[in-house]
């Protein structure tokens, strides 16, 4: 699958690169965004450093721009692509807590969710338990709790939920906005 700039009329998303960090830590840097996370310390340097070096190899991860400002805002990735299951993950998203609340986060979805569903059926998240935001606004973009999982985050069992939403549960979003 090929990872192409993507853009609306709200967002532009650029593939990262290796000399992004920078500017995309001045981001990341806001403890706020990553309170609720389950590595609430990514907001440090080094730790940030071991998200976007996975990021950067990944290369499925993008920068996300507001189109009216041009200023960076955040960044998501698109991970375990899986074309026998007919399924891919998004995640890894974070956004400048200045655009929390209002558009950009299902502005964000819609155009990796559009991409997503020209090549599989179904789209997963993974979420931290504690993460209820998140968690709400998959709910608002018709994704439906499947299980239960655990992965380790720094070095430790964390729990987390998986969403999915399917091609048919998205086309009745779109209805509806």
Do not use: C
């Not at 990872?3 to 690169?17: A, D, I, M, Q, V």
């Not at 310390?41 to 950067?56: H, I, L, M, P």
């Not at 041009?70 to 692509?81: A, C, H, P, V």
Request: hydrophobic content about 40%; charged content about 25%.
């Amino acid at each position: 699958m090929d990872y192409p700039e993507l853009s609306n009329e709200l967002l532009l998303l650029r593939l990262l690169g290796p000399g992004d960090f920078d500017k995309l830590y001045k981001v990341a840097s806001d403890p706020a965004i990553w309170a609720i996370h389950p590595s609430p310390d990514r907001y440090k340097r080094e730790v940030f450093q071991v998200f976007f070096d996975g990021a950067v190899a990944s290369e499925s991860a993008y920068l996300v721009y507001d189109r009216k400002s041009n200023e960076l805002i955040g960044s998501s990735r698109y991970y375990d692509f899986k074309p026998g299951e007919s399924s891919i993950a998004i995640g890894y998203t974070f956004l400048a807590t200045k655009v929390w609340g209002g558009y950009y986060n299902f502005s964000l979805k819609s155009l990796m969710l559009e991409y997503a569903f020209r090549f599989v059926d179904n789209v997963i998240f993974h979420i931290g338990a504690a993460n209820i935001r998140s968690q709400k606004a998959l709910l608002k973009l018709g994704a439906v709790k499947t299980r239960d999982l655990s992965f380790e985050t720094d070095g430790k069992p964390t729990p987390h939920y998986e969403y999915v939403i399917t091609r048919e549960a998205w086309e009745q979003v779109k209805l509806r906005h």
